[in-house]
């Protein structure tokens, strides 16, 4: 998006890549650079709602530091399994579980990410002993999975649609509460288990105090960017779900989704080293 967002604010935008510490790298240095709407933080479920609960000093508030500007991309989990994998649907995998406690084994991208607590809610919710297996970031993950080295993995669903479209994995269910229109006839697991919603979500964020004429110009461009035909067909034909929030709206979900997260690190005392 930054060559987008260079032209409709008349400027250039530079993206300066800073990964480390579970994003926590990157948004130390957004909050504390100077509130004029010229540095923003692309930010994720990670480094946004889930760090605060999950990492000891992630040296930061989402909620104190950092103001949302919109959202761009909310992609719902897919819960895969291989393709040689005897399970076609969650019912199956669930009972699976219940009868061999502690040997279905589940990959994640990483300790305390979306994927990893959207399993672990899982188990709590499905009343089943799991076992997890990190990885360092999703790749390795698909390939044990299609190795079936792992039994499932919970992934987003731009990163996992290609295998599924190729037969190498078997989606079971989609973490959002509807379905999606990228794999039709998958189920949600909030059909058995109501409520239950996990996503990989992204989005813009500025300094607190940037000033608000400031971030609803910021709002108002991205959005129209986001909005586009051609892109907004692109990301949903991927799975994710494209939608334009003010940044009130983009604050009020952020705030249900660390309250969210939270609830879930405390009850499964799933923490980042």
Same mark, same amino acid.
């Given at each position: 998006?930054s =060559? ?5 604010l008349?400027?250039s935008? #530079? ?12 948004t ?11 540095? $923003? ?9 889930? =760090?605060?609960?999950?990492?000891? /000093?992630?040296?930061?508030? /989402? $909620? ?15 819960? @895969? ?7 076609k649907s ?8 219940? *009868?061999?406690?502690? &040997?279905? *084994?589940y *990959?994640?991208?990483?300790?305390? +990410?979306?994927g990893? $607590?959207?399993?672990?809610? $899982? ?14 970031? @999703? ?16 992934? /987003?669903?731009? %990163? ?5 479209k190729?037969? &190498? ?7 959002g !509460?509807?379905?999606?229109?990228a794999?039709?006839?998958?189920? +949600?697991?909030?059909e &058995?288990f109501?409520?239950?919603e ?6 813009y ?6 000033? @608000? ?8 461009? #991205? =959005? ?6 051609? !892109? ?9 779900l494209? &939608? ?8 009020a ?5 660390? +309250?969210?997260?939270?609830? !879930?690190?405390?009850? +499964? %005392?799933?923490?980042?080293?």
């Amino acid at each position: 998006m930054s =060559n987008d967002l260079g032209k409709a604010l008349g400027q250039s935008v #530079i993206v300066d890549n800073r990964p480390g510490a579970s994003g926590a790298l990157g948004t130390r240095m957004v909050v504390r650079a100077p509130a004029d709407g010229l540095t $923003l933080l692309l930010g994720q479920t990670g480094e946004i709602a889930i =760090n605060g609960a999950a990492m000891k /000093s992630p040296g930061y508030d /989402s $909620l104190k530091d950092l103001q949302g500007v919109a959202l761009v991309g909310d992609s719902p989990l897919v819960l @895969a399994v291989p393709a040689s994998a005897p399970w076609k649907s969650l019912d199956d995998l669930i009972a699976a579980a219940k *009868a061999t406690p502690g &040997k279905v *084994a589940y *990959a994640s991208s990483g300790t305390a +990410t979306p994927g990893h $607590l959207a399993a672990a809610a $899982l188990a709590e919710a499905a009343k089943v002993q799991l076992v997890h297996i990190p990885y360092k970031g @999703a790749g390795q993950a698909i390939t044990d999975l299609i190795g079936a080295q792992v039994n499932f993995f919970m992934a /987003s669903t731009p %990163s996992i649609l290609p295998h599924i479209k190729g037969g &190498k994995v078997r989606a079971l269910a989609v973490t959002g !509460l509807e379905p999606i229109a990228a794999l039709p006839g998958v189920p +949600t697991v909030a059909e &058995k288990f109501p409520g239950f919603e996990f996503s990989l979500w992204g989005g813009y964020f500025a300094p607190r105090q940037t000033p @608000a004429p400031v971030v609803q110009l910021l709002s108002q461009r #991205i =959005n129209q960017i986001v909005q586009q035909p051609a !892109l907004k067909a692109r990301l949903e034909a991927e799975g994710t779900l494209v &939608k334009s929030y003010t940044p009130q709206e983009v604050d009020a979900f952020v705030r249900k989704e660390i +309250t969210k997260y939270r609830q !879930l690190v405390r009850s +499964t %005392s799933v923490l980042i080293d």
